[in-house]
């Protein structure tokens, strides 16, 4: 069955580095998003990305973030600088169209120190 | 602004109890509501979304406009169902989902 792959499973950075988090969605959805969840809270939305633009993003979704698709396979969130807030679980998920189920990926641990 | 309440952090039943799992939600149109499982050590997957209104797992969930509620149901748990329980949101307009603070659900033998 087809999955949505993360990689690293876990990172950890200091304070200030950029991280650079990727995910493969599965082949042929069209809906990717970012997703995080800081220890003990809940699990916040970060953005949606469509036919190769950001369709929506949350107020957490600053300017220290980005996303791309570089290639047709990869779903990479960049953070430039970041800050020991950053530290949560990010998860990357996809979907066939806006009203269909949305598959996750394991998640990647950041832990900024 | 979207809303979605899990009023309880943890549920611990015997096997073979009745479970339900209460999720409440603010929103002014009309929603889609989801219950997504995560598994310990696995992904976030989904279990049930209103619209489809099947049973998965012997699990249940009624959207209930009039109390704003979408609380999850199963007349008898089992120690596989021990896990962690989200309830989800989506609007119209928007792909995204709105999440709940989630529940633990510890079933015991």
């Known amino acids: 069955e087809p999955e949505v792959t993360q990689t690293p499973s876990h990172q950890v950075t200091q304070m200030g580095q950029e991280v650079i988090l990727r995910c493969v969605p599965i082949?042929?959805?069209?809906?990717f998003y970012w997703y995080r969840q800081i220890l003990g809270q809940k699990v916040e939305f970060l953005v949606s990305?469509?036919?190769?633009?950001?369709?929506?993003k949350s107020e957490i979704f600053d300017d220290q973030f980005s996303v791309e698709r570089p290639d047709g396979s990869n779903f990479t969130l960049k953070i430039r600088s970041t800050k020991l807030e950053d530290s949560a679980m990010y998860f990357c998920?996809?979907?066939?169209?806006?009203?269909?189920?949305?598959?996750f990926g394991q998640g990647t641990r950041l832990t900024v120190v | 602004a979207q809303r979605v309440t899990q009023p309880e952090k943890l549920l611990s039943v015997f096997k073979g109890a009745p479970v339900e799992l209460k999720c409440n939600y603010s929103?002014?149109?009309?929603?889609?509501l989801f219950w997504y499982v995560q598994y310990s050590r696995q992904r976030l997957q989904l279990l049930l979304r209103?619209?489809s209104r099947e049973s998965i797992k012997g699990f249940t969930a009624d959207l209930n406009k009039g109390e704003t509620s979408f609380h999850l149901k199963k007349p008898f748990a089992q120690e596989e169902d021990s896990a962690m329980y989200y309830c989800?949101?989506?609007?119209?307009?928007?792909?995204?989902?709105?999440f709940g603070k989630g529940i633990t659900l510890s079933v015991r033998p």
């Open positions: 998920a996809s979907s066939e169209s806006r009203n269909t189920e949305a598959f």
């Open positions: 082949s042929n959805h069209l809906y």
């Open positions: 990305f469509y036919n190769n633009e950001i369709s929506e």
């Open positions: 929103y002014s149109g009309s929603p889609e």
């Open positions: 209103h619209i």
């Open positions: 989800a949101l989506k609007t119209g307009a928007n792909s995204k989902l709105t």
